[in-house]
Nanobody
Framework: QVQLVESGGGLVQAGGSLRLSCAAS????????MGWYRQAPGKQREWVAG??????????NYADSVKGRFTISRDNAKNMVYLQMNSLKPEDTAVYYC??????WGQGTQVTVSS
């Protein structure tokens, strides 16, 4: 069974950067579309960014709250998807997940931004 494994979270000061990684393990799984989501304490899970690949073109989309600060990308050779997060704010504090289709949700990776 394919599993999604997130990594790269941590504690960072406001204004800092982190790079999250998402790996699909357990199969020769080709990721055509992937989304990053986050869930802050006491809040519902929300969509953050998405990447959809059609041929050689990647279509990128972002939530308004992260647009201009976060960048989603993929490495086809490694079957990895990344989320580069710059200019982090305390309100970005959450557990971040990657997800696509009907795959089970992973454990996520905690991002904590201190003020």
């Amino acid at each position: 069974q394919v599993q999604l494994v997130e990594s790269g979270g941590g504690l960072v000061q406001a204004g800092g950067s982190l790079r999250l990684s998402c790996a699909a393990s357990g199969s020769s799984f080709s990721i055509n579309a992937m989304g990053w989501y986050r869930q802050a304490p006491g809040k519902q899970r929300e969509w953050v960014a998405g990447i959809t690949s059609r041929g050689r073109t990647n279509y990128l989309n972002y939530a308004d709250s992260v647009k201009g600060r976060f960048t989603i990308s993929r490495d086809n050779a490694k079957n990895m998807v990344y989320l580069q997060m710059n200019s982090l704010k305390p309100e970005d504090t959450a557990v971040y997940y990657c997800h696509t289709g009907d795959l089970p949700w992973g454990q996520g990776t905690q991002v904590t931004v201190s003020s």
